[in-house]
């Protein structure tokens, strides 16, 4: 994959391995990025259960793959990153409508099946590359859990975003209350809108740096990300995943507990070759190569 | 309270249950919402040590009362939200200007006035039920602490912020050191405030984040406040609970905490009759009613 | 140094304590004020070993220094505040550069020096007083993790940022990676900027809140940086003292942690002549004085 | 009470300030010791829910009375410490048999009720006089949750403990299992006792140190219960409370918290005038006289 | 299984859900119980990769299986528990032996092979249901890894326990060293067998709390362990599996962490039928039996 | 020091490089095992300000020495391990009895006392090689807060402990009420001998687990600590100091975080040459030799 030459619209070449997935496809639009894009436009990109187990299969594999260095998360077709969950589908989920009396037994199930979904969507913020999410059109409910979970959030300026599990009786369990509140600084706005449930714009967003960045149009934004995720996966793959480690490590821990993790983590980092290299190259003003990682 | 008919002003009609208390009017402008409002306006609202211990039991009835899902807290009068600590009151206290010589003696009883005073201001961040500071006019010292704990804070533009303490020769010490840096994104702008006990404007609340609206006047934001908590008190309070419940965890806590909590919260909130009726109003498109909770 | 006069220009008188130091300067512009320059403007005031080492014992000596109450932080010269560690220097640093092939006995010295270094940058957030850093022109690299340990950040419109260590191959250590995230609101920025080494500007950092004021050159933000800190001298140093340390203990404790531990912290700060003198200014509307801590 | 003689069973006098109480007496058989007794015994001494309120009163009180600066609980009659929840009394519990049916409606008010019964259990533990717990005979269930919140645990020979809430049904949760694995050394001898519900006895209980003393008799371990609690009341409560204080402090914090906390806590426990008074004292080898606190 | 009828040597009935694994027999001792052998017996039960693989996926298995409500683990054979890791397999574990000489790479895969190995011993523990690891003869370093992940540790008095680690070059990284300390009580004692890797014997084990008891030879020890195991098993396994995850929760939580978790998990476990049942059954001293979990 | 011949006596030749310290001796009674002595009998060991400082200097040095592998630390003389502060120069300390009137300067002055005593006996813990106390005779106060930052503790049978602080009017500050909880199993004991500062005897102490073993006399006890001490000397300082360093990580974070920690600092320490050494060593069954760390 290293070697694939990249299209000028980011669609790049199938990647090989990542062929038998029903409801993602993986491409190479550049070398060392990988674009993984939710394939189900007819419905929106909603997801289903099958969807949305997959998803963590894909990113496992990402994440151990040394062709790639970085990735880009989209939605297929015009309309949507995705529409959330896909609602039909999930009222004919057997657990939620499991015709088991006992709550106490049906609360097991429960716990079970939310843990498997958080563990699922989790898969891209474990995945050690980095990821661009880069969305568009409709991004509703699950969408700001997926999100939530990628590195760098950039999108286009017709995005419409909402939190909206509360509108369908529930509290978002599958990653949004728990990441949004250290994701952007402002908690006043955070309540509002997970408790209104009410639509905001990507300049909503881009001002209270949900996203980092707004751009016109899908295919512009799609491209740009690209463009982030190639100049990311141009530098050493040991110190980008050193620093993806380490910041959602401070995410967690106290600055006391990180700085200690970091001497640690530095002290094995710092021996392998990228370092020499990357100095050399800056002196030099060379372009360096990595080995893969 | 759910029947009460809401005036176009936001007054509402008295709630009859809290008729008793002395410093804080509490009405009902809309169905199950209650607007709490600071009512010492010959004093710019300011806080004596009765009416902070009066504070802390109004929102512990509030978080009760089955028959309010939503809270408005404003400040009575033009000119205030509130000015803060009643500093005349404030030197006449019996525990700061105690005879009490040995400094380790009165450490002890120091500490157990900054204790409920803590408490009781907190008593609003403990309620159950989301609650919007809608603020105006004077916002200082304590104003500061007692908006923090609030779920969303609004204001109205001509609003006069400041954490004051400093300039009377103390640290904060009722919430606002240990919440501010939570509650917004920019550490710099916050040791900046609290530092230099300067005055800050609504439209640099809205900046930081400190706010999420600003509005024209007392009377609109008051108004927007309502039917915010209107908006909040129509959807299903399993979900609306639960959403402020999570985002409180989610700010003390790992994410992989949140996450675990979430799975066993929702494990039991998903078998309450709201999620269905919920999914059914979508799916009819009809406004759903939610039993009380 | 509380009676020196201070000149227009913020130059100050020099600081007699400090006046063995060789890569800083020291001087008071106003009372109580120290004004710390990074003095080599030749190598764009990039850091060597003796350079951090020395660093971290001048603040060491601020933090002790009853006649200091606020410190203002700036980079010699008109180009740089800052253009980070000083890769020619380190290109010969014997730890890095030690024929030690083991690799297990290699990390020892590493994780060493690493957190030799980490204390001498975090010796300025160790500082008891408040430290305003004021940045202009180049400030790279180890300018972000200097400048995180400060409490208030503005710089100069000139200003040119990079989180630059992915550039040269390593995870940045020095504690922007831990300080970064809980500085600024947006995750999706730090990352983006983290990730890319890409330089940002006055403005953009100001639109984070990684700095809170942005002025028109150096000249212009130091003497504004110099105006703050003096303004905060002339407070109470209990009050002021004892927000640092509240404000730092947010950072890194749950709520209820940081409510309890400033109960004992102002059960004995209250208990100071600052309180009450404090409070006779205000009602008597003079300016108070308060004795040396 | 501090001038109130002591007889030779402890019974003591009775404490005015406690006879309102209806399930508890009060008495001091010590100088400064107050002894809690249980008073159903021919109900066991079981718990119903006005009695574990009462017990929260209790604590709450004793607290708070500078004339007490230590406290022994034991339960009346020859039988039992006690047998725990009154499981007649608990079969009629409102909330357990409301005819509520929504589970997420019908949980809410189980959580609360649990908060509330912790919170009355837990105010020995928050009481800052230290307290011994003396038990004898049936000591189950409940039994154990209460005396995992006193400081000091002793039994009869006699006494026949189990945690026994896996028989009822339930995991324990008032506190035995938040607590036991923090008092004890053994987690493979807490899950056995905890999961199979077993009789464990006072030999047992100290082998593993649940009880740090075992006496023989009911009467004998009371008195030596007091006799103990009399040599802690004489000795400085400026000291003893701290000790309290930071020894719980411990258990929830890393040691690097409790060591700052330490700093901060005697910085003003060392101004007061037992310090200097005890060094005397021992100097001197004369018995101390220390002011309430 | 439920149904099984149980011998009186412990051997029970193969449970043919789990026929297919090599390393490791599964069987039902007794009803609800299962009773899984480490088969290896002619190389001491020593674990190459395969089998700690394989054990993972074991305990995976049970934990979801709702025929199982307690376990028992044990080592086939007379001679061993286990002998820990076996060497030979290990030396030529692809990992370790890799010719990568980037010490960065080479760290990569290591991280990826230790997490991995951590995870499937961890299984154990994540497996909701209680296990009884009854242990034998030899039990040197892996064994120690293993154990610690039990809820309950019984041993014959001829077993022979070692932490081996350090002996052979490292420092044990499956897991003794974090969940050790937290098992036992004396922190001397863990550091004397940690750092010297020397033999403890059972009674040593019983003293210091690794284990909660003691019997004459392997065959008793098993017998104990699998009548234990029976006794959990007939138990409500709502309770049985609440208590193991409270008191799993509060070995790295604080107490009111804990408490509040405690609550939330009762709330809907209580609306269960086990807890009426239970509380019948013990009012009419019959012998409840409670469905599936 | 590694080719030092040692006496019998555990007496060892004098380490040249520790000769300028005044109260304490360093010896090196076998290779790579330092003697640590205290060396005031004459005084019972008591510590001055002078000495604490100079203690925590003795244990940096040793902690970088790459000649020292492990310690001994014990008392000079016949009678004491230390009879803990000396009282009558601390009667003289210029900060308790410095003439600052104001409680909240002063409580300034007294923090930063207490924290630079803290970090001076803390310097034991922090020393990267293991420590071993062996204490005879009297080890009152001071004793146990130094014994507590020991690794292991092992005693003479007529030691005579006590944590003596409340008799002279004080909560312990310098580490023994933060770290005594966490090193044995029995709250219940822990707060009986913190608060009736009673004696304990040696068999006491290990019947709780404060000392892991016994031995009759100083000699004895010393000789037996020397030998322990050479013991772990002669293994891989890889391994060794890992494992210090992961029990202690393991004490004050969570079982998952110290399991994250161990995967990192493994992946390096693995990669050194002690590994395949020792593990070749036990294959030929030969005595490995490790290169200095």
Redesign the interface.
Known sequence: MASSSSSSSGAGSPLAAYSAYKFFTVTSPKPFVAHVQIQRPDKLNAFSEAMWLEFGRVFQQLS?DADVRAVVLSGAGDKAFTAGLD?QS??QDST?MSDQK???????G???Q??EF?ASI?AMEKCEK?VVAAMHGIALGLAIDISCT?????CASNTRFAVK?????????I?T???L????????????V?????DFSAQEALA??????VHEGKEKTVQVAID?AA??AE??P??????????NH??????????????????????????????LS??KKQK?TF???
């Open positions: 151990a609602v999930a009222s939620l006992d709550p106490a037994r049906k609360a097991k429960m716990r079970a939310i843990e958080q989790g980095p990628a590195d760098i959030r950039i599990e509360v509108d369908i009786g529930l509290a978002a369990d990653g209350l728990a990441r509140p250290k994701i952007v600084g402002s908690t006043s706005w955070v309540k509002d997970c408790l209104t449930a009410r209270v740096g949900f996203v980092s960045q982030l100049n990311i530098k050493s040991v110190a980008v995943q050193g620093t993806k480690e380490l910041l401070a995410r967690d821990h106290s600055t006391v507990d990180t700085l200690r993790y970091t001497q640690l983590w530095n002290s094995v980092a710092l021996q392998g070759a990228d370092f020499p290299a990357a100095i800056v002196l360096p080995a893969k990682l």
